[in-house]
């Protein structure tokens, strides 16, 4: 039998049914439909969801989850997953602010902002190198590798604090305030974060790699392609992103709390599958989809909020919309593949 035919006949009975051919577009723009519906619902029931002040404020809420969700991104492309990354943000949000603070480390003085920021680039590339190197280079399953170094980096912070909360100077709070040409800073950090992660995913060797690996590893791997060092780059970019996302975020808060980046991961993958990325790996984007799916969640979160619901029921109606997305997740990869 040719093989050939199956891909013509399944198009054929797809075209005979008006349902199917309704169907196929919608699960491939799923994302921006469940957005759409979203938003629509809160500007419906809350006139103040549709102001310019409350974009503004979804935009730099979001900002922080979208930066995690950019590396998360790219660990998910491949398959993988990375649950370490709120313990990063809590390390690096730890160690900046212990610095700006001083009395930390013996000799070394309080240092400026911009410099305690600088150095939490190459912690969160230390961080990252941790799990590339258990999971590219000693092949350990990703879900065990990240869980363990979730329950390591949030003990770190927590020795790093001395488990009580640090208040951070106003010089540290200009990061998630201040403005660039009326633009707040964390939007202008998250634009940067997310062009470069597209950028790398679409006009790059790297990027179809990625996307490669994904689809089939064993076919990636016959063909020649350096998987080992796919992988370890994946979990350097998500480690640097969650870094990031720390910085962003504690500058909104003000303090490092020993709460602090606890179950960020969720919100991150969170984001990553709104936004259309495939747990099963070689499907998904960084724009729109990280951007779409951080700033859907707070949507929904701030909607909630303005229409005064329940607070117990934030979690219930966030976990419904990931099901779903999930859920169509599946039902792409089955009618794809």
């Not at 392609?225 to 994946?234: G, H, Q, S």
Request: aromatic content about 6%.
């Amino acid at each position: 039998m040719n093989s050939t035919a199956l891909p013509s006949a399944a198009a054929s009975t797809a075209s005979r049914h008006p349902a199917a051919r309704f169907a196929a577009p919608l699960l491939r723009h799923a994302p921006l439909v469940l957005f759409v519906l979203v938003i629509l619902t809160f500007c419906i029931l809350s006139p103040g969801f549709r102001t310019m002040s409350n974009v503004r404020n979804i935009l730099v809420q979001s900002s922080s989850v979208a930066i995690v969700a950019t590396g998360m991104t790219f660990v998910l492309l491949t398959a993988g997953i990375d649950l370490s990354v709120g313990a990063i943000m809590f390390v690096s949000a730890a160690v900046a602010g212990r610095l700006v603070l001083g009395g930390w480390i013996p000799g070394l003085e309080v240092i400026p902002v911009w410099l305690a920021v600088l150095l939490i680039v190459p912690l969160g590339l230390a961080c990252g190198a941790v799990n590339a190197l258990l999971i590219a280079g000693l092949r350990m399953m990703p879900f065990v590798v990240t869980l363990a170094t979730l329950f390591v980096g949030r003990g770190l912070a927590l020795h790093i604090t001395e488990t009580r909360a640090l208040n951070l100077p106003p010089s540290f709070l200009a990061i998630g305030q201040s403005t660039v040409a009326g633009v707040p800073f964390p939007v202008l950090l998250l634009a940067a974060v997310l062009i470069v992660g597209q950028l790398l995913l679409s006009r790059t060797p790297f990027g179809r790699q990625l996307y490669a690996l994904g689809n089939n590893p064993d076919a990636a791997r016959k063909a020649g392609l350096p998987t080992t060092r796919l992988l370890a780059v994946v979990y350097l970019i998500s480690g640097l992103c969650a870094a990031l996302g720390g910085i962003v975020s504690v500058a909104q808060l003000g303090a490092v709390s020993p709460t602090f980046g606890n179950q960020r991961e969720f919100a991150a993958i969170a984001a990553a599958v709104l936004g259309g990325t495939s747990l099963f790996g070689g499907r998904g984007s960084v724009l729109p989809g990280a951007l779409l799916g951080a700033v859907l969640v707070q949507s929904v979160e701030t909607g909630l909020n303005m229409i005064d619901a329940d607070p117990y029921s934030y979690p219930v109606v966030v976990g419904a919309i990931i099901f779903l997305a999930v859920l169509i997740d599946r039902l792409r990869a089955a009618r794809w593949t």
